[in-house]
């Protein structure tokens, strides 16, 4: 495959209840391919003290994306919660990057959707970060390798900012968001992942938008299929550099 006309940087934003660790799998693939920037969104990983909310959020992904290197063609990527935590930025800087991957956050938070959400802070406020801890590591354990796991696991879990995070997306979080983002959009979504639901609405808000599902994958799709995961973020990107203006 060609090299693509600029070289690539991402900026890698976790999902809900990890930390930037939940890249590990992606990192020795990326390299040589793309620059990384790693993202800990505030009540996660070196900023587990910081109260979440998407503002700040976006300030954060913001940093990050100001950090890359000045020739590349930075494209932003974010799963689940960092998904929506994406789309906050986006919506306010629509011009800032190159583009952006929204992988696995294609549900509306409302309805049906907003059902989702709240499960998954009632759960984990009823069991309690010492049962969630257990729970996670024997699900994880059982479905991923070792050597594919553990390093994500070695990151630690960030559970106290479950139930405010999902809370600011219901709130906030809409199709609509997409709306005024002229850059590329990748709606990348697990196959048999609930939160793709609302695929369609987030097509008809966004312009710029395409749809790719990866197979055998459900919503953590860079830990079920990571190189298929890799793969399609680096193909979207190369498309980017390939066609993006540079500023």
């Known amino acids: 495959m060609d090299a693509p006309a600029r070289p690539l940087h991402l900026v890698l934003v976790h999902g809900s209840r990890l930390g930037s660790s939940q890249w590990a799998p992606q990192l020795p693939l990326l390299a040589?391919?793309?620059?990384?920037?790693?993202?800990?969104?505030?009540?996660?990983?070196?900023?587990?003290?910081?109260?979440?909310?998407?503002?700040?959020?976006?300030?954060?992904?913001?940093?990050a994306v100001a950090s890359a290197p000045a020739s590349a063609c930075t494209v932003v990527v974010g799963h689940s919660l960092g998904g929506?935590?994406?789309?906050?930025?986006?919506?306010?800087?629509?011009?800032?990057?190159?583009?952006?991957?929204?992988?696995?956050?294609?549900?509306?938070?409302?309805?049906?959707?907003?059902?989702?959400?709240?499960g998954v802070a009632a759960?984990?406020?009823?069991?309690?970060?010492e049962r969630m801890?257990?729970?996670n590591d024997r699900v994880l354990r059982r479905l991923y390798p070792p050597e594919r796991i553990e390093p994500v696991i070695a990151g630690g879990y960030y559970f106290a900012p479950t139930p405010a995070a999902w809370a600011e997306v219901m709130t906030h979080c809409r199709p609509s968001m997409l709306t005024g983002v002229r850059r590329p959009v990748l709606l990348l979504n697990g196959r048999?992942?609930?939160?793709?639901?609302?695929?369609?609405?987030?097509?008809?808000?966004?312009?710029?938008?395409r749809v790719e599902?990866?197979?055998?994958?459900?919503?953590?799709?860079?830990?079920?299929?990571?190189?298929?995961?890799?793969?399609?973020?680096l193909a979207f990107a190369r498309e980017v550099a390939d066609s993006a203006p540079v500023t």
């Open 32 to 63: 040589g391919r793309a620059t990384v920037g790693l993202v800990d969104l505030p009540g996660h990983g070196a900023r587990a003290d910081e109260p979440f909310t998407l503002a700040r959020c976006a300030e954060v992904i913001g940093e």
């Open 84 to 118: 929506y935590a994406v789309m906050t930025f986006a919506s306010e800087n629509p011009d800032v990057a190159a583009g952006f991957v929204l992988a696995d956050c294609s549900a509306t938070p409302t309805g049906l959707g907003a059902a989702v959400y709240r």
């Open 123 to 129: 759960l984990t406020d009823r069991l309690g970060p």
């Open 133 to 135: 801890t257990r729970v």
């Open 192 to 209: 048999f992942d609930q939160f793709r639901v609302g695929t369609r609405a987030f097509l008809r808000a966004a312009p710029t938008a």
């Open 213 to 233: 599902v990866l197979p055998r994958a459900g919503h953590l799709t860079n830990l079920d299929q990571p190189e298929a995961f890799t793969d399609a973020v």
